[in-house]
């Protein structure tokens, strides 16, 4: 598997996750009998976090062997 392919799973995973994200907000924001807020919070932080990690790969591999390519100082050794 090339980089550029790993940064189509990269970008794809990530629009999962924005998803859920987005559906996770709704259900916090409508409430219900059976949401818990503290537990819809933590869900939602930890898969923002994920999101961006992935959104970051997907850019990272899909440039990676640009010439002036800055690449992020977080996957950078």
Same mark, same amino acid.
């Given at each position: 598997? @090339? $980089? ?7 970008? &794809?995973?990530? %629009?999962? =996750?924005?998803? /859920? +994200?987005?559906? #996770? @907000? $709704? ?7 059976? &949401?818990?807020? %503290?537990? =819809?919070?933590? /869900? +939602?932080?930890? #898969? ?9 790969? &997907? ?19």
């Amino acid at each position: 598997m @090339t $980089l550029k392919e790993m940064s189509v799973q990269y970008r &794809a995973q990530a %629009d999962r =996750l924005r998803v /859920r +994200i987005g559906e #996770l @907000t $709704l259900l916090l924001e409508e409430g219900g009998p059976d &949401a818990d807020p %503290d537990q =819809l919070e933590l /869900r +939602i932080r930890m #898969l923002s976090a994920m999101w961006r990690e992935a959104r970051d790969l &997907a850019v990272l591999t899909d440039r990676y062997y640009e010439r002036g390519y800055r690449r992020n100082v977080r996957y950078t050794i």
